[in-house]
């Protein structure tokens, strides 16, 4: 399901997407015209536009997007420019190598601005020589500068700018930096650039100079407050990594901050111990110097006057005449962030004189009410379609409320969701929900309907994300053409559900590299005010690797699942509740819940535990498309005495992956190589997302 922002409920907001709609850009592209559009804005007033136009506003435009086109690769653009009072041209030009013909007058205005752009040939890198670079590294040198993870690089991606020439020659720098070589240098310069096709070789030349290493690190630390003075020297062996020196100097600071010594100071003195050849040996010398202790004075919150000031004073817990500790104000920023209001946050000091710091969180605010439009394609409900409105800072207590209805091909969901961040001023919120759900499953018509109330809390030293929560509702499975189901097709459901979440995705949309793990309990008795009593148990992960610098990435995924009762099956697990595999993100042979365990008449009842893996090989073509590879194996059991399984069905297929800016838009197909004698060969599958 993918969320796109429409908020047109302020038309400042539309007018950040689109621009001035009194200017008018042309030449470049539907979407290109829209983003130099947008570039402009910084000529207009905060959340509005300009209705009139003067020649310095036509100028600065000329330049601006002149100096756009040649940071995307158009060194030598041409624009047509007219200025327009109603129905008549007042002005009209041309820019062209930094010179307009005819001149501006100085004094010109009109309300429409008319620009049509000339970008001219794409310049783009078509031979990178760097000579001088270690053995060592083995990565492309035209990776420093342009991107190389994909088989097929056009010129487009290799577009040539100074900018980029010079980022490239950084990046190589900042590598050997961080290898050790610390005096490392490099040049650039073009050695040939084709004006007609655009190409253009370059070379660039790097002197790396020695390597170093440091051989013994020293910290130094005076006396301070309740800090004892620290002396100490120890072997390191290891190369000279300005990041490493960095966390050193870090942690040593820090020791300062708490006894109210904002300004420490850490000095670096390297000395050479030893030359062998390009190896040096190094002593680093860390000193602090504290600075003068310093007292906190007014804690104030700037454009946050919406929200109650004793809600924000407690999320910062800073008190006024207490030692200044940065560690602590910066706690008290990550606090207010979590109240969810605010996009940033920013921390500002002003000396109060006496010793005393001010500290002012300046802060910008959501709007008060948000409007998502909801979008999602898939095989099953074809397309799926809704929105989403969600209110920001209710009651000026932070509190949030999102109202959301869903409807597609196969069903329809809605869901009300109130909120109250940070509770009691500990990292804990409560949120209150109820919902609807009606969709056309395959073998019967699925409705739920209820509330919940629930915690959930964040625990930052591990980085998960947990929750707990009351669920009370209906779950029915209507319009089954079942002789003998297996459970309940009718119940009311009390239970408790217990969450957790860890991810460390380098991208949750298009991830590359990294894993998550996550798990899902739920515990249905009749005590707790329902009709049944059932254990539901989900946990699972995926793991993401590259495996060349050309974009080849594997990707797996596992998840198991189990339901059981203290009682009967028949008589507590409901029908809704079984586990349903199959579909566009799970075996991608079979149709949604068509791989599960089916009755004697045919009818898919579910499983009551299975396990599944996922295995997928993506290699990125181009920016935009990939291909895949992937095996998709369940293992399934109807009863609990067959637990884990014993029916396994396996898919094998390939696909298409599209890059849009809600997700990768996936067009595949499911052979299945393992499968039942009335299953079907195969499944054509259409899916927004990644699969798992």
Known sequence: MALLLAAPCRGAEVFGLIGNPDVAISGFGLIGNIE?????????PQDEHLT??????????????SGELKRRGYLHPAINASLARGDEIIWE????????????????EGDHVNLMIEAGVLFYFNNVQVNGLPAEITREPESFFYSTDRLIISEGDRFFSSGRMASGVSAIELTLRGLGYRDAAAKSKVTAEDRESGAVDIQVDVEPGPLYMIERLTLIAPAAGNQTALEESQLVDQRFDPAWLQRQSRDLRSRYFASGHPDVVINQKVEVLDEEGDVRRT??????????VVHLGDVSFKKAESVSTPLLERQANLQSGELLDRSQVEEGRERLSRLGVFRTIRIDYEDAGDGQWNVVYDTEMKEQTEINLIFGVGSFDIVRGGFEIIQNNLWDLAHHSSFSAIKSVKGTYLDYTYAIPQIMGEDLDYFLSANYLYREEISFDREEYGGSTGLQHYFSDIDTSASVQYNYGQVEANNGNFVNPPGPTKSLVSSVTLKAN???LDNPIFPTDGWQVFGSSEFAFPELGGQVNFQRIEVGGAWHKPITDSGLVFHAGYKTGIITSFGSASDNIPMPKRFYLGGENTVRGYRRDQASPVDAQGQE????????WQVEFEQRLTEMISVVAFCDTVGNAAEIEDYPFNEVLISVGAGIT????VGPLRFEYGYNVKKRTFDPQGTFQVALGFPF
Not at 52 to 65: A, G, P, R, V
Not at 93 to 108: A, H, Q
Not at 283 to 292: D, F, K, N, R
Request: no cysteine; hydrophobic share 40%.
């Open 52 to 65: 009139t136009f003067d020649t310095i506003y036509l100028e600065d435009s000329l330049w601006i997007l």
């Open 36 to 44: 130099l559009t947008r570039t402009l804005q910084i000529l207009e």
């Open 605 to 612: 009842i579910g499983a009551v535990s299975y396990m599944l």
């Open 502 to 504: 860890r991810s460390e």
């Open 283 to 292: 002593h680093v010398t860390l000193s602090a110097e504290p600075g003068p």
């Open 93 to 108: 030009g041309r820019w062209e190598e930094g010179e307009v013909t005819p001149k501006l007058p100085p004094k010109l």
């Open 658 to 661: 599209l890059r849009t800016i």
